[in-house]
């Protein structure tokens, strides 16, 4: 709240398995599962299935599972996935889409955009609870012309915003911007436009530029994680030891909490 930030985003997928969708809704819901008392997004879980890629089965009914952490088997339909949704009472929630790998072929890629437009109308009809926005998840890989029948089919059917899933997975950048170009022009300008798994600095500004209003992504944590930080010259290393001996903050030029309170030595050392 202090930095801004209007919306978080929830993973179905793993709230799903622990705690619980029911303990979750028993506690009341999302916002105040977390105190939060601006905007919510919930994605379907259909990301972080389709990435177990040796763990789940895909047919036209839904997606079967092993659980990562306890290998237990699961079904997650387009009826469910909403189901799901509704119950943690998220302000957007998404379709349950097929998410193919960059390099698929063309025919492969087809067939997933065939099942998403079929998911799609599926999670439209089992949508009951009001006050909640349904983004439809435009796929079609690297190709344009798939990307450009998937944008027409999915804005033909009204939904409340649009998201261009299936990007920033490995393919060249070039192709990512591309692939947002092509999709964007086709979605209505005034209905949010989303961009699904892109989150760095450079390439946030890349989307705004396009005419993107939504990113999410886990690059922040994982940044973080893995012992870097972002300043407004760039992207820094913590592990530098040269960063032990600074009295300044990381960005002497920022006003965020951590740089308004703490030194870089302080920030980087092991306490």
């Known amino acids: 709240k202090d930095i801004g930030i209007a919306m978080v985003l929830a993973n179905t997928y793993h709230l799903y398995?622990?705690?619980?969708?029911?303990?979750?809704?028993?506690?009341?819901?999302?916002?105040?599962?977390?105190?939060?008392?601006?905007?919510?997004?919930?994605?379907?879980?259909?990301?972080?299935?389709?990435?177990?890629?040796?763990?789940?089965?895909?047919?036209?009914?839904?997606?079967?599972?092993?659980?990562?952490?306890?290998?237990?088997?699961?079904?997650?339909?387009?009826?469910?996935?909403?189901?799901?949704?509704?119950?943690?009472?998220?302000?957007?929630?998404?379709?349950?889409?097929?998410?193919?790998?960059y390099d698929d072929s063309l025919e492969k890629v087809n067939r997933a955009m065939d099942r998403t437009h079929q998911w799609a109308e599926r999670c439209q009809k089992a949508q009951k609870r009001s006050g909640q926005a349904l983004y439809a998840i435009v796929q079609g890989g690297v190709f344009p012309q798939l990307r450009r029948q998937s944008a027409e089919y999915l804005t033909s059917l009204g939904f409340s915003g649009y998201a261009l899933g299936g990007l920033s997975l490995g393919e060249p950048k070039k192709a990512t911007l591309a692939m947002t170009e092509e999709t964007v022009t086709l979605l209505p300008e005034n209905k949010p436009r989303y961009l699904m798994g892109v989150g760095s600095p450079e390439d946030l500004l890349e989307g705004i530029a396009r005419g993107i209003d939504i990113f999410d992504s886990a690059l922040?944590?994982?940044?973080?994680?893995?012992?870097?930080?972002?300043?407004?010259?760039?992207?820094?290393?913590?592990?530098?030891?040269g960063y032990s001996q600074i009295e300044q903050p990381f960005d002497p030029e920022c006003d965020c909490y951590t740089c308004r309170t703490f030194s870089t030595a302080l920030s980087t050392s092991p306490i």
């Open 17 to 101: 398995l622990r705690p619980g969708i029911g303990v979750v809704e028993k506690m009341g819901g999302l916002h105040k599962f977390m105190a939060w008392d601006k905007a919510i997004l919930t994605d379907s879980g259909g990301y972080q299935i389709f990435s177990l890629a040796s763990l789940r089965q895909v047919s036209d009914e839904g997606v079967i599972f092993r659980s990562h952490i306890d290998g237990s088997q699961h079904l997650i339909t387009p009826e469910s996935a909403i189901q799901f949704q509704e119950a943690l009472g998220a302000d957007i929630i998404m379709t349950l889409d097929e998410c193919p790998a």
């Open 220 to 241: 922040p944590t994982r940044v973080a994680r893995n012992g870097a930080f972002f300043t407004g010259q760039g992207r820094r290393n913590i592990r530098n030891t």
